[in-house]
């Protein structure tokens, strides 16, 4: 006999099922609260997109597009020799910068301040943390560069470092709204390309070519993905959690005596700023981030309970992208949140506050204000009516599809942890007062039809 199949959820994906949902939807809309107050609106981009996207904007020499994406092959069904190469997106960023260009948002009032949320695909190594179907929720500043806006460089500068700051303090203030505990804020600038001065290369050029030629020194000590990257990335390398690495990176030549001094300029506004909202922060120095588009800020937030992955944001000023991609010069800052840690350090802190506290129940992934227990054909027509009436007042409502005898009724209230049974017999309906029992206490009421809803609206408050 043949065995039916068992699908299974594919590795690095998983579902995420009630009650644990609820915790998703209040941290979402937290975020559309918090960012909507600091004037950002809601950008839906697609899940795929042409795969050539990611390589331009991410780098093709990133982990996350030489390794980790998604790609499949698409053709219009007219012509199959017209063949595309399409991802499914392993980050958002960009597809907002693409999505910019595509509706002209130059010609918005600048800036565009936009935030998105869903999920985002990576072929990594699953572990705890880390999936291989993720969620972030992230945000993103962008400004079309003006020719006139270019005039007076130094006030330029300081409105940028203001604007990295008020996204930094914008992360802050929503993870302090979830009362999410130890969120370590750390940051960086990591400079920028600039065009070699005197045919030297300087600011971040001038301190990856330092960085390469003190890592040659030092190669044959180092394992092998740092090896690599010596040539390929040699930020990376900063980035190793290699145990036997850290001594050696320690000495390695920091950015900070490289930066030009826009750079160090913009960095040091940025504090400021950063102090002025009482935003606390770290300086990282090794902070470089994985993803090629990054200049001057870079941040990072890590959160507590979540073992080695620990970082639950990463973000920072991506000027120059949105050109890169075909479109008009424009500045760019932004950041992204991973969701699935946020919520796992969210868990972890509730546990540790309701030690002793029972374990939720399946009572409590459908939560259920009144269970209608009705009797006899004559009351399903008020049981439907009562429904639709509670429902209309915000009360949730369970109305059982065929009639149950009233024991059977009541004992799947309880299961279901209903906080009340509407009862609707006979009697009721001659009387014209229905019976509501009030399932914690055993106490009973009587109510008419048009008493019902204002009263249940108050009680289920
Ligand atoms: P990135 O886009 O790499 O800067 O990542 C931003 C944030 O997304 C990280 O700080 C993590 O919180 C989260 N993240 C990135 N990759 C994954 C993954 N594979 N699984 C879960 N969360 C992730």
Redesign the pocket.
Known sequence: MATKARFQAIR?TRDLLPPDTALWNRVEQTAREIFGTFGFGEIRPPIFEPAGLFARAVGGETD?VSKEMYTLEDYEASDLLDRTALALR??A?ASVCRAYIEHNMQQWPQPVRLYYMGP?F?R?R?QK????Q???I?AEVLEAVRPETAKDAVKELAKDAAVDAEVIEMVMTFFSRLQLEGAQLEVNSIGHAAPPVDGKNVCRRGYVEHLRSELAKVKDQLGADSQRRIETNPLRVLDSKLEHEQPIIEKLPRIASHLCEECKAHYAELKRQLDLRAVPYKENWRLV???DYYMRTTF??TARGLGS?N?????GRYDGLVELLGGPPAKGIG????????ILSLEESAKARATGKPESTVASRQSIDVYIAWMGANACAAAIRAARSLRAAGVSVELPPAEQKFGKALERAAKLGSRFALILGENELQSGEWTLKNLADGSQRKLTESELPGFLERATQ
Do not use: S
């Not at 943390?129 to 291989?132: C, K, L, N, P, V």
């Not at 970082?311 to 973000?315: K, L, Q, R």
């Not at 950041?335 to 946020?342: C, H, N």
């Open positions: 690095g996350i392993p980050e960023t985002m990576r990594e699953p943390g880390r999936y291989r993720f969620y972030q992230g981030r994985g993803l990072e937030i992955q970082a639950v944001c990463g973000g950041f992204a949140i991973g969701e699935d840690r946020l």
